[in-house]
């Protein structure tokens, strides 16, 4: 009778033990590494999802509380130049109103008559002694900035409540500056070392980061030239003197509020972001060649009038990147 394993019976099944334990562990390895690039996905999904419908909020209530007859531009897009190595100019959108979306403290507008005393006849309700900006009621111009409960003069406005502890962006009357550009600098392990983070600064702040991982962006807009109501100008520019392709309706060399109310019909948002994180099993492909980014690579994406060629950053291969496009229409132009 056999008491015992064999030396080789004892390898055999030490190898089959080590194969099936093996096998095992490339699975977990596999199903860990899997999970967490998904992970990351949703994560960032999450997040452009909440800061892509902030973006569209502030768009869509550019000149809200303005005046007509202020001069200060309710959307304005500039090149300005920077400090940081690696992007040397930098987009910024600035969109001016009295509404604060992130603190919804300016939602809300009254209308009140001041024929013989202050009376509220529409509205929301409003606290008295609300810092508000004063409209004429019948062509919204500016009146006066003041406090709820009490008249600016005698006649019909609208009254629309304002935050006071934010730095004014207006020169005649209170206003919110609402600014987006890119950070100079990219603090997270998670996102590729040359992206950087799409800034939101109401006022005078620095700002706070509304989208991580960002290797470029652009700004178009939709345009009605002729003042017939039709676009004419599709993912045009804000200002260029060398065509007509832009927000300057009369071509010459400055973009007023005027222009921008009566030719803005949408603002268009190309955004390249990074998705996931750093996959050394990983090659993005979808690329173009092009000379304007450091990597000599780009992605094209298609616009309504064409495309456009987003800068991939040096080192991009292994990063999984996805182009956002957010297309606005300011309702309050």
């Not at 409003?126 to 062509?139: E, F, M, R, S, W």
């Amino acid at each position: 009778m056999r008491r015992g394993f064999t030396l080789i019976e004892l390898l055999v099944a030490m190898v089959i033990v080590l194969v099936v334990l093996g096998g095992a562990y490339v699975t977990f390895v596999n199903l860990l590494g899997g999970f967490k690039r998904e992970s990351k996905a949703v994560e960032t999904q999450i997040e452009l999802s909440v800061g892509l419908e902030l973006l569209r909020l502030d768009i869509e209530h550019a000149g809200y509380g303005i005046g007509e007859d202020q001069g200060d531009l309710p959307v304005e897009l500039n090149t300005l130049t920077s400090s940081d190595p690696l992007y040397p100019s930098k987009l910024e959108l600035t969109i001016r109103s009295v509404m604060n979306n992130t603190n919804q403290g300016t939602i809300g507008w009254a209308l009140v008559n001041c024929s013989a005393g202050f009376t509220q006849v529409a509205g929301d309700s409003i606290d008295a002694g609300t810092p508000v900006v004063y409209l004429g009621a019948g062509n919204k111009k500016y009146i006066a900035d003041g406090n709820f409960g009490t008249c600016p003069s005698t006649g019909f406005f609208v009254a629309v409540p304002y935050d006071s502890t934010v730095a004014s962006g207006c020169t005649n009357q209170y206003c919110n500056s609402i600014r987006y550009r890119l950070s100079n600098s990219q603090p997270l392990d998670t996102c590729h070392p040359d992206t950087r983070n799409l800034l939101r600064a109401v006022g005078d702040s620095p700002g706070d980061p509304l989208l991580n991982c960002v290797a470029d962006w652009r700004v178009t807009f939709d345009i009605d030239r002729d003042g017939d109501g039709s676009i004419d100008v599709y993912d045009g520019e804000f200002n260029n003197t060398t065509n007509q392709l832009d927000l300057d309706l009369n071509d010459d060399g400055n973009v007023t509020a005027q222009e921008i109310r009566d030719g803005l019909k949408k603002v268009n948002l190309y955004i390249l972001v990074q998705e996931g994180r750093l996959d050394p099993k990983y090659r993005f492909t979808n690329t173009v060649s092009c000379t304007t980014s450091a990597s000599g690579a780009c992605v094209r994406t298609d616009t309504g009038a064409g495309t456009i060629d987003l800068n991939l950053p040096s080192g991009y291969e292994n990063y999984r990147w996805k182009v956002m496009k957010l297309f606005v229409k300011p309702m309050n132009l």
